[in-house]
């Protein structure tokens, strides 16, 4: 009886001693395990967001680099007419027998000038008794380029509202430097006349009725 309760042998207090040393070693383990798998999470985490925040940096730089809309500028087209389509021989004997073709013809005028420069039909009448010239252009334009011309007229001439009816036919007229000129702007055409035969508003009227007559 005395054996049990005598004190543990040293051999039985060492091995006693041993198994709490791996108990507390693999609960160390554990722990040391359980801080380790926390890292990649965290650094998992912070991973997958950059891939987003990179996508969304990209789409805004290439919003902020798109190209932008061109800005319209005056054009025009170029016009299928000839001038005796436009004025007729008959047209014109009609208007004055001495008026012709003028053979020696070329744009001398600032509208003429400007309907050439953008594909319109420019042309030339002569006066074969009195050398005097009447000039006439037809210009197919742009919006821009119909604008501009039409605020130009408005702000140097007077409206003639006997060249057509408003809004469909707008007409003006003004006289410098001894030389009369009437505009016509239609829904598709700028249509002018000038010449030094041209006092009034009424002198032109015969050939813008006979021009807008051939574009309808």
Not at 1 to 14: K, Q, V, Y
Not at 93 to 118: E, H, I, L, M, V
Not at 124 to 132: C, I, K
Request: proline share 7%.
């Amino acid at each position: 009886m005395t054996l049990f309760g005598s004190p543990a042998s040293p051999s039985a207090r060492r091995l006693r001693a041993g198994a709490f040393l791996c108990v507390g070693a693999l609960s160390l383990i554990g722990l040391s395990g359980c801080a380790a798998d926390a890292a990649p999470s965290a650094s998992g985490s912070a991973t997958s967001s950059a891939p987003g925040g990179s996508s969304s940096s990209a789409s805004e730089a290439a919003s902020a680099t798109a190209t932008p809309t061109p800005t319209p500028t005056p054009a025009g087209t170029a016009v299928a007419l000839a001038c005796t389509d436009l004025l007729t021989l008959d047209d014109v004997y009609a208007f004055n027998p001495n008026f012709g073709t003028d053979p020696s013809y070329k744009p001398t005028s600032s509208s003429a000038k400007t309907a050439a420069s953008f594909q319109g039909l420019t042309c030339g009448l002569l006066n074969q008794s009195s050398g005097d010239k009447i000039e006439f252009t037809l210009t197919q334009p742009n919006t821009v380029l119909m604008t501009q011309q039409q605020d130009k007229a408005v702000a140097s001439s007077k409206i003639v509202p006997t060249y057509g009816t408003p809004p469909a036919v707008q007409g003006f007229f003004s006289a410098n430097a001894g030389i009369g000129e009437a505009q016509v702007f239609t829904d598709k055409y700028w249509l002018t006349f000038s010449s030094s035969d041209f006092a009034e508003p009424g002198d032109a009227e015969a050939l813008v009725s006979a021009a807008l007559g051939h574009l309808k």
